[in-house]
């Protein structure tokens, strides 16, 4: 799936133990962007991979085209959903910033807890 939205914040990097790997430490980035209309929507994105954040070079306040996976897990009977981005690519006129490393990314390091 794919958004156009501007970036309003980027949230401090969270790090946490894998649940698939048990002494893995896995790092999350999330980033909130704002889409654009009669009606916009603050969309929240995570990236779960360190190569992948860095090769995005996402700052506050440009314009993005956002690449995302939509990924749900369900914990005690409720659901929790993520929209993990994968690329961007720049829509201010500045360079690119891509990095198209996975498109499917089912990671269970995904969940709150």
Request: glycine residues 6%.
């Given at each position: ?80 959903t993520n929209l993990v981005a994968w690329k961007v690519i720049s829509i201010d006129g500045a360079s690119q910033s891509t990095n ?14």
């Amino acid at each position: 799936m794919e958004i156009d939205v501007k970036i309003s914040k980027i949230l401090e990097p969270e790090k946490f133990h894998s649940r698939q790997a048990t002494n893995e430490w896995v790092t999350k980035y999330t980033f909130v962007g704002q889409t654009s209309g009669n009606f916009p929507l603050t969309v929240a994105f995570v990236v779960l991979k360190d190569d992948v954040w860095q090769g995005m070079n996402i700052k506050e306040g440009n314009r993005y085209h956002v690449f995302f996976n939509p990924t749900s897990k369900e914990y005690n009977g409720k659901y929790y959903t993520n929209l993990v981005a994968w690329k961007v690519i720049s829509i201010d006129g500045a360079s690119q910033s891509t990095n198209t490393t996975s498109k499917s990314m089912n990671n269970d390091a995904t969940l709150p807890f």
